[in-house]
C-alpha cells in the first residue's frame, strides 16, 4: 500500500479500471497540460487531524475532489471512479454534474473522504 495520500491517490486512481477508459491512460494531480478527452484531476481538497495520543496525531481525515472532463458522456468513467475509490475505503461525500460553458466540457465533480492512521 501506498506509504502517503498523494502516493495513495495516484495508486487507486491509476488502476486500470479507471486508465483504461481514458485516452492519455494516465490521471493528473491538480491540472493537465493540453490533453486528450476526457481526462481526470484529482487534489486534497482538505486534510485535518481526526485523532491523537499523547500530543500527537494519529488519525488525519482527507478530502478528496475528483474531476472528470469530457466532451460527452462519462458515465463509464464516473463509476469506474466511484467503483474503485470505495473499494479502497474512500466515502463519497457529494457529486455533482456540470457543464464548463468557458471550456465547452462537461464536468463531473465527486468528493470522497477517508480517515488514514498516520505511522
Keep these: 500500500m501506498a506509504t502517503n495520500i498523494k502516493q495513495l491517490l ?7 479500471e479507471i486508465v483504461n477508459l481514458l485516452p492519455n491512460k494516465r490521471v ?31 488519525a488525519t481525515n482527507y478530502y478528496i475532489q475528483v474531476d472528470i472532463f469530457s466532451m460527452g458522456d462519462y458515465t463509464a468513467i464516473e463509476n469506474a471512479v466511484k467503483d474503485t475509490m ?24 465527486m468528493r470522497f473522504v477517508i480517515t488514514l492512521k498516520n505511522k
Design 10 to 16: 495516484n495508486q487507486v486512481l491509476s488502476s486500470p
Design 28 to 58: 493528473y494531480f491538480l491540472h493537465a497540460e493540453a490533453p486528450e478527452k476526457p481526462y481526470l484531476e484529482y487534489e486534497i481538497i482538505d486534510e485535518f487531524g481526526e485523532a491523537w495520543a499523547e500530543n500527537r496525531e494519529i
Design 86 to 109: 470505495i473499494s479502497y475505503g474512500f466515502k463519497r461525500s457529494m457529486s455533482v454534474d456540470l457543464y464548463e460553458n468557458d471550456i465547452k466540457l462537461y464536468h463531473k465533480v
